[in-house]
């Protein structure tokens, strides 16, 4: 009995179909077609996770016979609509708490800072000196949140890196309009923000923290409110995934156009990289300048030259 029959069966005993089996093991649709029409053959890592999923030995799986073993009726996926066997969707909401929360805690941190800085506000030097204290406390506190937050979702990435669209039409347009909102909301609590400065002018301080915690709460609604909306994207999701693949690994595919999709992926994760380094750069400069209260405007800006370079490659038809 050849490996094709045992993996052909062990996927239709569980009702289990290619895209779902690929989710699980880590790789696309593709490569699984190409195990079973013979084409291609599973690297070791992928066999013992096969193992693992179907609860058989190597030998049984590659050379055995496992085409009488009866159906497992506990552990069938279900038929019908496409499920999330992955967890896919409760991993990018609660990344999609503590990102934002993260962002919002570090902004928050310098508005203090700022506070405890203005003598008309905390009349006592002593109090004042602790305000660069408070500042890397904030940003101690965000990155604590947001660190092992990505850590998380890279390595959900890495081990699901290519996800079956199972979202229905109206979850999507409910994702659509949690990001609409979030971008509407975020705008006015920026504009709200950029108001108090002017109404406050008379006192530098006070001007700059109160534009910080409006910057802080529209941040927080805009981030978490784009990545709402944008985890119903998995072709997206997918082509990040393609553009994370070393070159072994994208020679390890075997598919020609799947390997042009990846390079042109990672040229494309490059550029995004490029651009945030340098907002990263100029937001860096900006906080040791008089325009000091903007400096966390250079990566909204970077996000947004991120966006254009997206919808650039996207009216060429580069996919």
């Given amino acids: 009995m050849s490996f094709r029959d045992n993996m052909q069966h062990l996927r239709a ?4 179909t290619q895209e779902q089996l690929a989710m699980l093991l880590g790789v696309s649709r593709q490569s699984v077609s190409k195990w079973e029409a013979e084409r291609a053959y599973p690297e070791m890592d992928k066999l013992l996770r096969m193992c693992a999923l179907f609860d058989c030995t190597l030998d049984e799986l590659v050379c055995g016979d496992l085409t009488a073993r009866p159906s497992d009726g506990t552990a069938r996926v279900p038929a019908g609509k496409p499920q999330d066997v992955t967890g896919y969707d409760q ?12 962002i919002a805690v570090v902004m928050l941190g310098a508005a203090l800072a700022l506070l405890l800085s203005d003598p008309a506000f905390v009349p ?10 408070t500042v890397f406390v904030g940003a101690a506190v965000g990155l604590a949140l947001v660190l092992p937050a990505s850590f998380e979702r890279s390595a959900f990435r890495k081990e699901h890196p290519f996800v079956d669209d199972f979202y229905t039409a109206d979850q999507r347009s409910q994702a659509r309009s949690l990001m609409t909102t979030g971008l509407v909301v975020g705008a006015v609590l920026l504009m709200a923000g950029l108001a108090a400065t002017i109404v406050l002018q008379a006192d530098v301080w006070l001007a700059g923290a109160a534009f910080l915690v409006c910057a802080a709460a529209g941040a927080f609604v805009v981030v978490r409110g784009c990545l709402l909306g944008s985890r119903c994207n998995l072709a997206r999701y997918n ?24 390079r042109r992926a990672k040229r494309e994760r490059g550029a ?11 937001g860096l400069v900006l906080a040791f300048t008089p325009a000091a209260a903007f400096f966390l405007l250079a990566w909204p800006v970077g996000g947004i030259v991120c966006l254009a370079i997206r919808a650039l490659r996207t009216a060429r038809g580069d996919r």
């Fill in 91 to 102: 991993a990018m909401r609660t990344f999609a708490w503590k990102l934002p929360l993260g």
């Fill in 124 to 133: 006592v030097p002593e109090v004042r000196n602790l305000a660069t204290v």
């Fill in 13 to 16: 005993s569980r009702n289990m």
């Fill in 272 to 282: 995004y990289a490029a651009v945030m380094c340098a907002a990263t750069a100029v």
């Fill in 239 to 262: 082509r990040r995934s393609l553009g994370g693949m070393s070159e072994e690994q994208i020679a390890a595919m075997g598919d020609d156009d799947l390997a042009a999709r990846a």
